[in-house]
């Protein structure tokens, strides 16, 4: 399943990201730490992915973990929550890297530097995932409130070709390999879309 799912990405969404795609705005125009930010951002995020998915499909939730350690300074103070969420179901592992480009300011010249991390894989019914506990804990993390949730999630349902990928309390994304699967959600939640991108959007969804 891993080699698959991975197959999956690297054929239909190079890195994880597509043309296609609606940007959502979820936290504004709420203070950071307030109670009230906290709840819009749950609200929404959470109608958008029921929206998306149904209780019945069949996704893969990809997890990039790029710091297994306590990361005080960006309120990730509980590192296992997410993990302890899918205690009951498999954990598939794998150790990747990326090189990341740099330039040498005496020298001018280039080198590479290789970031290591940990991708993990769970497959299963969207009614069988704790969905609405990960997106609150993202939501959380860098608003310093526990349980949160400092890994990086996508949700990747191939039958429908759609990635759901919540980055923070500020926003997500929803990306997909054709318009009219989105097209929905450019309509009913409009309002909610991020404003510097709504040009690009309306481009994309304005006539379907």
């Known amino acids: 399943m891993k080699e698959e799912i991975m197959k999956y990405i690297e054929d239909n969404f190079p890195n994880l990201s597509g043309e296609v795609h609606l ?8 203070k950071n730490g ?4 906290i ?3 749950v609200n929404r995020v959470t ?6 998915f149904q209780s019945d499909d069949y996704i893969h939730i990809f997890i990039k973990d790029w710091n297994e350690t306590e990361d005080i300074m960006f309120g990730n103070t509980t590192p296992e929550y997410l993990y302890e969420l899918f205690m009951e179901q498999q954990i598939i592992e794998e150790r990747l890297f990326e090189l990341d480009e740099q330039e040498d300011k005496v020298t001018g010249e280039t080198f590479e ?14 009614k ?3 969905y609405e506990k990960i997106l609150r804990g993202i939501g959380n993390y860098e608003q310093g409130r526990e349980p949160g949730i400092g890994q990086t999630v996508y949700f990747i349902c191939t039958e429908k070709g759609i990635i759901f990928h919540m980055y923070d309390d500020r926003g997500c994304i929803i990306i997909s390999n054709k318009v009219e699967p989105l097209a929905p959600l450019y309509h009913e939640y409009n309002d909610w879309l991020v404003d510097y991108w709504r040009d690009d959007f309306d481009r994309i969804f304005k006539t379907n």
Do not use: C, M, N, W
């Not at 940007?23 to 709420?30: A, I, N, Q, T, V």
């Not at 109608?47 to 998306?52: N, P, R, S």
């Not at 530097?113 to 969207?126: A, D, L, R």
């Open 23 to 30: 940007r959502f705005e979820l936290g504004e125009p709420y």
């Open 47 to 52: 109608t958008l992915f029921e929206e998306v």
């Open 113 to 126: 530097i290789k970031h290591e991390y940990k991708v993990k894989f769970v497959s299963t019914q969207v």
């Open 34 to 37: 307030t109670d009230e930010r």
């Open 128 to 130: 069988a995932t704790p």
């Open 39 to 41: 709840e819009q951002v």
